[in-house]
């Protein structure tokens, strides 16, 4: 990701985290938006096997359980198999934010916050980081006997804490 | 398409937090042990 990006990802999170804060959404006009220039970004990269799987994983959201999961499983296998090692490690993180959303354990907006991160940075290390600020977003909740803590601010958080850590 | 339309997002919790413990673990696990997987693959692949 280009340093100059940074900025306006940063803006871009705390638009996201006020407007969860606010209305415990966050409104398409945002992430749709984000998520096409992520994709087109990546593809040019050369990432074009992992967006596929991307608007696969979108195409598909609509089928029936058992054919959603298995033709999830195929495109996430194909990235694997036809990609490199760093388009599968990223497939396999964006495939587990996509895992995490169907299991109804992150939101919508989560979800695609989390996909336009992936494939804005190309780093699935950044999963890590977010799941980590988020278990401890999770802890001080539960420390506090608070249990309304958006999830995009542990998104946004994990997110700084990565970029802080790898590109600053 | 379902994925597009749902814009809610959700609340940090219990789950935020067994999340991240499972990746503490499987990352403290991979790096106990990845180095010994990686030997026994190697030792594998060679008597092929």
Redesign the interface.
Known sequence: MPALAFLPLSLWLVACVVCDLKTRQVPNALTLSALLLAAVWRTIAGGWLVVGMVLALIAISDVPRTARTLLAGAAWMACILFGSLEHGNLSTALFAAWVLWELGVMGGADAKMLTVLLLLIGDPLLLLAVLLAGGLQGLVGLLRKEQTVPYTVAIAAGTVWYLMAHIL | ?????????????????????I??VV?GAYKLLGENINTIVMDVAGKI
């Not at chain 2, 597009?4 to 999340?19: G, N, P, Q």
């Open positions: 398409m379902r994925f597009l339309r749902d814009t809610h997002a959700i609340e940090a919790s219990e789950v935020a937090l067994l999340m991240a413990v990746v503490v990352y």
